[in-house]
Nanobody, 117 residues
Framework: VQLQVSGGGLVQAGGSRRLSCVAS????????MGWYRQAPGKQRELVAT???????NYADSVKGRFTISRNNTKNTVFLQMNSLKPEDTAVYYC????????????WGQGTLVTVSS
């Protein structure tokens, strides 16, 4: 399984950015897809996830500003980030969980989002 991430970059505070992650997982069943981030000097944290049949789950810090969505046909997950704040600056990682033919989780390469004040 390979994950291809795109969409990072520099954005001004108050602006928007959209991240995309495409999973090459033709022979796997994907149970969940999500985004995590790691700011300098901090641990990696959950941003948003969406699991089959469930509502999306968001970190409190991004609720109302970020929206996660999936295209199951294309094994793609998006993160629409609006009203960005400098504290959103981090390396963002895509993550998927598979449950068939076996359970495992996979990480994409990080993409840096820098929000300038």
């Amino acid at each position: 399984v390979q994950l291809q991430v795109s969409g990072g970059g520099l954005v001004q505070a108050g602006g928007s950015r959209r991240l995309s992650c495409v999973a090459s997982a033709s022979f796997f069943r994907i149970k969940a897809m999500g985004w995590y981030r790691q700011a300098p000097g901090k641990q990696r944290e959950l941003v948003a996830t969406v699991t089959n049949g469930d509502r999306p789950n968001y970190a409190d810090s991004v609720k109302g500003r970020f929206t996660i969505s999936r295209n199951n046909t294309k094994n793609t997950v998006f993160l629409q980030m609006n009203s960005l704040k400098p504290e959103d600056t981090a390396v963002y990682y895509c993550n998927i969980l598979t449950d068939w033919p076996y359970a495992n989780d996979y990480w994409g390469q990080g993409t840096l989002v820098t929000v300038s004040s």
